[in-house]
C-alpha cells in the first residue's frame, strides 16, 4: 500500500494523507504501480468528462485537458519542454545537452513543442468526446506511464544523481516485467492492438533517440515519453 500512495504523491496532484516511510524497497517497488496510477487518471478524467456531457464538446474537451494538466502538475510537460530544448540547443553534443536538461527556463522550441502536442491532444479529445468513446481517455494515461517501466527496464539512466536513481536500484525487474505485460494487454485488449503496437513503435524511436543523443534515458526522457504516447494513443484511436 505504502509504495502505491508513493507512486500516487509523485505522479499526482491527490492529496495523500498519509506519513510515507519512503524506505528503498518501497521507493523501488512505487514504479510497479506507475500503470495503475496512469489507469486511476484516466477513470478521473472519463467521469469528468461524463459530468460534463451536457456541455459543448469544444468546451468539455478544454475543461478536460486542463484537469488532465492540473492533475499530474505538468510534470510530464515539463520533461517534454526540457528534451525539446536539448535536442536543438545540444547541437548533438551529450554533456551540452544533459545541461540544458537541468536549466529550468524553457526556450522557444520548448514552447512551440509544448503548444503543438497540447493542440493535438484537445483536439482528439474532442472528436472522442463528441463520439462519446471515454475508454481511450481511460487507458492513454497507463499507457504513458508503462512507458516509464519499459524505458527503466531497457535503457541506461544517465543522469547522475537523478530522480530516478533510488527508484531504478531498487525496482524488482521480475514484477517490472509482468507489470508491463499486463498493462499491454489490458491496454490491446479494449484500446485495440494496433493502437498499443503503434504506442510500442513511437516509445521504440524516443529510445533509440534518447540512446543517440544522450547515450540513455534521463527523467526528462521518461517524461517525455509519457506525453508522447498519450497524444499518440488517443491520436491514433481517432485516426484508426
Not at 87 to 94: A, S, T
Not at 174 to 190: C, D, I, N, P, Y
Request: charged residues 10%; aromatic residues 8%; negative net charge.
Amino acid at each position: 500500500m505504502e509504495s502505491l500512495l508513493i507512486a500516487l504523491q509523485f505522479l499526482t496532484r491527490i492529496p495523500v494523507d498519509f506519513q510515507l516511510t519512503a524506505n528503498d524497497a518501497a521507493l523501488g517497488r512505487s514504479v510497479l504501480y506507475y500503470p495503475l496510477v496512469g489507469f486511476l487518471i484516466g477513470v478521473l478524467l472519463s467521469f469528468l468528462a461524463l459530468v460534463l456531457s451536457g456541455a459543448p464538446d469544444m468546451v468539455a474537451a478544454a475543461v478536460v485537458l486542463s484537469a488532465w494538466v492540473l492533475l499530474t502538475g505538468g510534470l510530464h510537460l515539463d520533461g517534454l519542454a526540457d528534451c525539446a530544448d536539448a535536442w536543438v540547443g545540444g547541437l548533438g553534443d551529450e554533456q551540452r545537452s544533459l545541461r540544458i536538461m537541468k536549466d529550468p527556463a524553457a526556450g522557444p522550441i520548448a514552447v512551440l513543442v509544448l503548444l503543438l502536442v497540447m493542440l493535438v491532444k484537445f483536439t482528439a479529445l474532442f472528436v472522442l468526446i463528441q463520439q462519446n468513446d471515454l475508454i481511450p481517455l481511460m487507458l492513454a494515461p497507463l499507457l504513458g506511464r508503462c512507458a516509464i517501466l519499459l524505458l527503466m527496464l531497457s535503457t541506461p539512466y544517465v543522469s547522475p544523481k537523478g530522480m530516478a536513481e533510488k527508484l531504478l536500484a531498487n525496482l524488482p525487474l521480475g514484477e517490472a516485467r509482468t507489470v508491463v505485460v499486463v498493462s499491454l494487454a489490458f491496454a490491446g485488449l479494449f484500446m485495440g492492438w494496433a493502437n498499443v503496437l503503434l504506442a510500442c513503435g513511437l516509445l521504440f524511436w524516443v529510445r533509440y533517440a534518447a540512446l543517440t543523443r544522450l547515450g540513455g534515458a534521463t527523467g526528462d526522457v521518461y517524461g517525455a515519453a509519457v506525453e508522447l504516447i498519450e497524444t499518440a494513443g488517443l491520436l491514433a484511436v481517432v485516426l484508426l
